[in-house]
């Protein structure tokens, strides 16, 4: 069983619709939790980087770590076609990229 | 453009050949790693600097690969006699961090190496 599952999709939503991503984990060590968003072809982006258990909000993104279930998500309003993209879950026992643990990612496409 | 910068972006190459990837981190970031991702995959960590030296590597970096960071500016990453399962994406990321504390980690666009 991989340290962290996140289902691979594809996911398709039309546009201006809520997007909910989620990935579970295993190792309880992990206290630091992110989001990247890789396009195709490039490499991945950070869109949400949160400590602990809690919600942290940036413009249309949302993102929700609940420690107690070792469970994250990943919300995302009003949709956009420029949100097609890979999403990627990473957590780190520490903060430091050395120890980034990533799970397969969620394939997103926003129909216009 | 101050981001991450990673040279070549696509290389072919034989099976059995060398190939040598090149990274160049954001100025100011003295930490810089190298991942590697396969097709459906998340990346993997392979190693990691901090300044020219190299403080950790994964079990994942056998014998036919080694990085260096001379100078603790840029990296390379070479591989020797590749081989068909060393076909993936090559990302690189830096991030700026001192003792006790972590910053984020920002990564290239990536090399993709296919091994024919």
């Known amino acids: 069983q991989k340290e962290v599952e996140q289902d691979p999709g594809p996911l398709s939503v039309p546009e201006g619709a809520i997007v909910s991503l989620n990935c579970t984990y295993s190792?309880?060590?992990?206290?630091?939790f992110m989001w990247y968003r890789q396009y195709s072809r490039k490499g991945p982006e950070l869109l949400m980087y949160?400590?602990?258990?809690g919600n942290k909000e940036d413009g249309r993104f949302t993102a929700q770590v609940d420690k107690s279930s070792k469970y994250i998500s990943l919300f995302i309003r009003d949709s956009q076609p420029s949100d097609s993209a890979t999403y990627l879950c990473?957590?780190?026992?520490?903060?430091?990229?050395?120890?980034?643990?990533f799970g397969s990612g969620t394939q997103l496409t926003v129909l216009p | 453009d101050t981001g991450v910068s990673q040279d070549p972006r696509h290389k072919i190459t034989k099976r059995g050949q060398n190939v040598t990837f090149r990274c160049d981190p954001i100025?100011?970031?003295?930490?810089l790693y190298w991942y590697r991702q396969t097709l459906g995959q998340g990346p993997e960590f392979l190693t990691y600097?901090?300044?020219?030296?190299?403080?950790?590597k994964s079990r994942l970096l056998s014998d036919r690969f080694s990085a260096e960071r001379p100078k603790g500016s840029f990296s390379t990453l070479e591989i020797q006699r590749t081989e068909q399962g060393d076909s993936a994406m090559y990302l690189c990321?830096?991030?700026?961090?001192?003792?006790?504390?972590?910053?984020?980690?920002?990564f290239g666009q990536g090399t993709r190496l296919t091994v024919v």
């Open positions: 990321a830096s991030s700026l961090g001192r003792k006790n504390m972590n910053t984020e980690a920002f």
């Open positions: 190792n309880s060590a992990f206290q630091y």
């Open positions: 949160t400590y602990s258990s």
């Open positions: 990473a957590m780190s026992p520490s903060g430091s990229a050395r120890q980034l643990t």
């Open positions: 100025s100011e970031h003295n930490r």
């Open positions: 600097f901090q300044n020219e030296a190299q403080l950790e």
